[in-house]
């Protein structure tokens, strides 16, 4: 996974001009950039390792277009409902048609345009993936996340491994740190999965946890 436009990525965005909310429309750009180094069996490989039960109920907070969503529906399989939530309904619309696309049809998928840091109409749940998207909250949104689950359930992240943000990833978390505020928001001592080179602050990992009974 090596990019030819590896360090190219923010280089021409890193303006100290730029408001947060231009920053983060950035970001999607960028992704789209970034994301070329990286192809399905990528998503994949970061999340086999968690050896997933097959079937379930899960919600993908911060879907996006759905890089990760494919792969989690790769490893749970046809049986699982899979709710990919994200507040950008363009990015929603596009996971709706890779998924069709990719699995033949949308059957046991739910889009939901909304903030997953407020109320969701959800069913008590198996598992949670975060890809990416924890990094936009300073005080990380863990009591909402884990009331999500059922005793028991799992929560899969994906995040880059530092602790040293930039406008466009304002508060990555490192794995060290992840295994220190996943214990204290009530989730068993995260296992690290897997990690991925990325041209674009070093590195990223997975890794899984579980909401304590
Ligand atoms: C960097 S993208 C990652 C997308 C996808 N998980 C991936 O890795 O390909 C972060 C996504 O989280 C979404 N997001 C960030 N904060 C959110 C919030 N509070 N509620 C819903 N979606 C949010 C953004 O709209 C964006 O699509």
Redesign the pocket.
């Known amino acids: 996974m090596t990019s030819s436009r590896g360090g190219s990525i923010g280089a021409g965005v890193a303006s100290p001009v730029l408001t947060k909310s231009t920053a983060q429309s950035i ?2 750009m960028n ?1 789209d950039t970034i ?1 070329p180094i990286m192809n399905h069996s990528d998503y994949v490989n970061l999340l086999r390792p968690a050896s997933l039960s097959p079937g379930g109920s899960w919600a ?10 494919f792969a989690l529906r790769e490893l749970v399989g046809e049986t699982a409902v899979i709710h990919a ?4 309904r363009g ?1 929603l619309a596009e996971l709706g048609r890779g998924y069709a696309s990719r699995f033949g049809g949308v059957a046991h998928l739910h889009l939901s345009v ?4 407020g109320v969701l109409d959800l069913p008590p749940l198996d598992g949670i993936l ?4 924890l990094h ?1 909250f300073k005080e990380p949104v863990l009591q909402q996340v884990i009331s999500l689950l059922k005793p028991g359930g799992g929560l899969l992240l ?1 995040e880059y491994n530092v602790d040293s943000g930039n406008p466009w990833v304002p508060h990555p978390i490192s794995i060290s740190t992840w295994r220190r505020l996943a214990v204290r928001a009530g989730f068993s001592e995260p296992r690290l999965l897997a990690t991925a080179p990325s041209s674009f602050l070093r590195e990223f990992y997975s890794a899984t946890c579980t909401k304590m009974a």
Do not use: E, K
């Open positions: 970001i999607h992704y994301y993908d907070l911060g879907a996006g277009a759905g890089a990760f969503t939530i994200d507040r950008d990015r909304a903030d997953f840091t975060m890809a990416n998207s936009f994906v």
